[in-house]
């Protein structure tokens, strides 16, 4: 079975600075990671994604994400926050006996003050 | 404009009365799932479809239905709706049935309330 824990429900920074919203998982298998964002009444969006390869993924707006193995986790950050980045961000896995199935985790809704 | 489009986008609605809420992508995808989404719990996926004549649960299929007649078209079907299925639910749909890492598009959500 998988699982995805992300920790911290909120997570306020002001704008220009660094970005960190923290995701770690479990899996039986190697697992297949992304990040999604969700823009106020809208639906997912996909920021990124790791599948093999380089372990530093690069994705849109600015993001990025590293698939550490040795620690289970695939956190995201940005270097300088935008007041367009205001958003809920969601880390999910997939892969192995699941196949196409994503596995969320709970969400992380980031504010960006100015 | 590739796309998955869900109908309708606000439902309220009383228990037991039958609803259906429609999932159509343009994208020639095989793949497509529906997910209901709560606070806290991120989204849960409740049913999935392979292909055409190819549907599965997901982590929370009870008092839903699923049919997949046409490679476009996922609707969602709930036979007769209690209060703990207000939800805000996706539709999603991706390239190929065995494409762990393809990427899934979201529709824009349909939020239901049942009375």
């Known amino acids: 079975a998988q699982s995805v824990t992300q920790l911290g429900s909120h997570v306020s920074v002001s704008e220009g600075a660094l970005v960190l919203l923290r995701c770690n998982y479990s899996s039986s298998v190697p697992p297949y990671l992304f990040w999604y964002v969700q823009y106020p009444n809208q639906g997912l969006q996909l920021l990124l994604k790791y599948t093999t390869g380089a372990t530093l993924v690069k994705g849109i707006n600015g993001f990025e994400a590293e698939f550490k193995k040795s620690e289970t986790s695939f956190h995201l950050t940005k270097p300088s926050a935008h007041m367009s980045d205001a958003a809920e961000y969601f880390c999910?896995?997939?892969?192995?006996?699941?196949?196409?199935?994503?596995?969320f985790g709970g969400g992380t809704r980031l504010m960006v003050k100015p | 404009e590739a796309q998955v489009t869900q109908n309708p986008r606000y439902l309220i609605t009383v228990t037991g009365k039958k609803l259906t809420v429609t999932c159509s992508q343009n994208?020639?995808?095989?793949?497509m799932s529906w997910y209901r989404q709560d606070p806290g719990l991120g989204l849960r996926q409740i049913y999935y479809s392979m292909n055409v004549e190819v549907t599965d649960k997901g982590d929370v299929p009870e008092g839903y239905k699923v049919s997949r007649k046409e490679k476009r078209n996922f609707p969602l079907i709930l036979e007769s709706p209690s209060p703990n299925q207000t939800s805000l639910y996706f539709c999603a749909s991706s390239l190929g049935p065995k494409g762990s890492t393809d990427t899934q598009y979201f529709g824009p959500g349909t939020r239901l309330t049942v009375l």
């Open positions: 994208m020639n995808h095989e793949y």
């Open positions: 999910a896995v997939s892969g192995g006996n699941a196949g196409n199935m994503l596995t």
